[in-house]
Nanobody, 125 residues
Framework: VQLQASGGGLVQPGGSLRLSCAAS????????LAWFRQAPGKEREFVAA????????YYADSVKGRFTISRDNAKKTMYLQMDNLKPEDTAVYYC???????????????????WGQGTQVTVSS
């Protein structure tokens, strides 16, 4: 399975960006898909996830109410709509996928088998 993230860029505080993650998985709808991010000097952290074979979504507290994860199974693409961006959202954003994810592990990056290459998001005035 290959994942390719795109859509990053430079945006001012309060602005919006939409990230995309295109997947090559044949059974895309069965995959749990997630976004993680890593800021300079920090560990990679969970941002949001969509549980496979269903419609349950999960968010980090730091982005809840500002970010929205979605997916288009026909296009085999996942999205992360990021609104009201803050400087602390600056990071490299990675998409991840797994077809055997259990809910209790959905926030743990080491439990995902497949990763995209990352896209840089910079929030600065």
């Amino acid at each position: 399975v290959q994942l390719q993230a795109s859509g990053g860029g430079l945006v001012q505080p309060g602005g919006s960006l939409r990230l995309s993650c295109a997947a090559s998985a044949r059974t895309f709808r069965d995959y749990t898909l997630a976004w993680f991010r890593q800021a300079p000097g920090k560990e990679r952290e969970f941002v949001a996830a969509w549980k496979g074979s269903g419609s349950s979504t999960y968010y980090a507290d730091s982005v809840k109410g500002r970010f929205t994860i979605s997916r288009d199974n026909a296009k085999k693409t996942m999205y992360l709509q990021m609104d009201n961006l803050k400087p602390e959202d600056t990071a490299v954003y990675y998409c991840a996928g797994d077809n055997r994810m259990i809910t209790s592990r959905i926030r743990y990056d080491h439990d995902y088998d497949y990763w995209g290459q990352g896209t840089q998001v910079t929030v600065s005035s």
